[in-house]
C-alpha cells in the first residue's frame, strides 16, 4: 500500500469501524489469557501483531482478525502445569510450524490431502474433547458465587437467543458487562489492580523455555483449529463473494494463521485463530476492506500498552468467568458434534464409530502414554490416536466412492 493510498484510507469512518471489530473480538480475546493465568494486554499485543503479520502474508487480500483461540485453553492449562508456562510457550511455537508445515503441503499436494488425514470423524470428537474437557474447570470458578455465575450466564445465553444485529456478536462480552455491574453493585469487586496499575505500560512478556515434552504434548490440538481455519477462510469468502482458497491462496493464509502463532509464543501470548464473531460483524456490516482489520489491530495494540486496561480485566470475578464457561465450553463440544453433523458422516458405520468411541474415552479419560523422557496425553494422545485408526481401519465400499 502506498503512503497516498494509506492516507485515503485512514478515515474517521475507517477508523470508527476498525474499533468497532475490535469491540466485537474484545471479549474472547481477553478471555482466554483470564483462564489461563496470563497478563491479558499480551494476548491483545499478539493478537494485533499476529492480525498485522497474517495481512502481510496474504497480501492484505483477506478481511480477517485473528484473536485469542478457544481452542487451545485445555490443554495450555494442562502443560503449564506438568512443564511450566514458559515450556508450554516453546509448545505454542511448535504449533505455529505445524501450521507452515501443512501450509507446504497444501501448496504442494492440495486441500484433499488435509481432508483426507483429517477427515470430520476425528476432528469433530477432538473438538468436543476441547469444550468437555474443562467442563469440571468452568463448574470451580462458577461456583465460588453460584449467583453472579447463574447472572453471566443468562446474560450470555439470553443475547445468543434474542439477540439482533451487532448485539448478538458479543454475548461473552455483554454477559461479563451485566455480571461485573451487578458485582459493583453488590460490592463483591476488588480495586487493588486498577489502583496499582499505570496508566502506560508494557505488556508482561515472557520468554519461551524449550520443551521437547510440551512441544510433542501441544503439536497434536493443532489439528482441530486447522481445520476450522480451512472452514473460516469459506465462510469469509463467501460473504465476500471472493475464492480466498484460490487468492492468495490457502497455503498463504495458514502460513499467516500459523507464523502469527508462533510470534505470540515468542512474546509469551497464547495461539492465535481467525475469529468468527468478525465474519459475522462483516456479513452484517457488508464492510468488506481489509484496511479496516488493520484498524482493529493497530488499535489491539494501543491498549495492550494502557496498563489500567489490564488491571480492570483482573477485577472482573471468578465466578461471572466461570458462569460464561458453562455456555461456552458447551458450545465447543456442541460444535464438535455439528461438524459430525455437517460432514454427513454416516455414524451407522462401524468404522465411524469405533473412531469416534476411542478419540473421546482416550481424550475425557485423560489416558497416558509415557515412554522415558517421552510423554503424550489428553487431546493432543486423542487427536493423535483417531488419526492413526482412520488411516488404519479399513472403509467400505460406500466411504470409497
Known amino acids: 500500500m502506498t503512503e497516498k ?26 478471555l482466554v489469557p483470564l ?17 498485522m503479520i497474517f495481512h502481510f502474508i496474504t497480501k492484505g487480500q ?12 485445555a490443554p495450555i492449562i494442562e502443560a503449564t502445569k506438568l512443564y511450566g508456562w514458559p515450556g508450554t510457550l516453546s509448545g505454542i511455537i511448535a504449533v505455529g510450524i505445524v501450521y507452515a508445515v501443512v501450509s507446504a503441503l497444501v501448496k ?36 465460588t458465587d453460584w449467583v453472579l455465575a447463574i447472572i453471566s450466564l443468562a446474560t450470555a445465553i439470553t443475547v445468543v437467543i434474542f439477540g439482533k444485529k451487532m448485539i448478538k456478536l458479543i454475548p461473552i462480552f455483554i454477559g461479563i458487562a451485566v455480571g461485573y455491574i451487578v458485582a459493583l453493585i453488590w460490592g463483591k469487586v476488588d480495586y487493588t489492580a486498577i489502583k496499582e496499575a499505570a496508566w502506560i505500560s508494557l505488556p508482561e512478556f515472557t520468554a519461551p523455555k524449550f520443551s521437547w515434552h510440551a512441544i510433542l504434548y501441544m503439536i497434536p490440538v493443532a489439528i482441530a483449529p486447522i481445520i476450522e481455519h480451512v472452514g473460516d477462510m469459506y465462510a469469509i469468502g463467501g460473504v465476500c463473494n471472493k475464492n480466498f482458497i484460490e487468492k492468495p491462496g490457502l497455503h498463504r493464509t495458514l502460513l499467516g494463521d500459523g507464523i502469527a502463532t508462533g510470534i505470540a509464543g515468542c512474546f509469551g ?15 452484517l456490516t457488508k464492510v468488506t476492506n481489509p484496511f479496516v482489520l488493520r484498524i482493529a489491530a493497530i488499535t489491539a495494540i494501543v491498549f495492550s500498552l494502557v496498563g489500567k486496561v489490564s488491571g480492570f480485566l483482573e477485577t472482573i470475578p471468578q465466578a461471572i468467568l466461570g458462569g460464561i464457561m458453562l455456555l461456552l465450553f458447551g458450545m465447543i463440544a ?31 479419560g485423560g489416558a497416558i502414554i509415557s ?30 466412492k
Do not use: C, W
Open 108 to 143: 504442494m499436494r492440495g486441500l484433499q490431502f488435509v481432508e483426507r488425514l483429517f477427515p470430520a470423524v476425528v476432528v469433530g470428537p477432538v473438538i468436543m474433547i476441547i469444550g468437555l474437557s474443562l467442563a469440571s474447570a468452568a463448574v470451580d470458578m462458577a461456583k
Open 5 to 30: 493510498t494509506f492516507r485515503e484510507q485512514l478515515t474517521l469512518k475507517n477508523t470508527v469501524l476498525g474499533v468497532q471489530f475490535l469491540f466485537v473480538a474484545f471479549g474472547a480475546t481477553v
Open 334 to 364: 456442541s460444535i464438535g458434534i455439528k461438524t459430525l453433523v455437517d460432514s454427513k458422516a454416516d455414524m451407522g458405520e462401524t468404522r465411524n464409530q469405533v473412531i469416534v468411541s476411542v478419540v473421546l474415552t482416550v481424550g475425557i
Open 62 to 73: 483477506v478481511p480477517v482478525f485473528l484473536g485469542s483461540s478457544f481452542a487451545f485453553i
Open 35 to 51: 483462564l489461563v493465568g496470563i497478563d491479558p494486554a499480551v494476548a491483545l499485543f499478539t493478537a494485533g501483531i499476529g492480525t
Open 269 to 283: 501470548g497464547v495461539p492465535n485463530t481467525t475469529y468468527s464473531e468478525v465474519t459475522g460483524a462483516i456479513t
Open 371 to 400: 515412554y522415558g523422557h517421552f510423554s503424550l496425553a489428553g487431546i493432543g494422545l486423542a487427536a493423535t490416536v483417531g488419526i492413526i485408526l482412520n488411516l488404519l481401519l479399513p472403509k467400505t465400499a460406500n466411504e470409497e
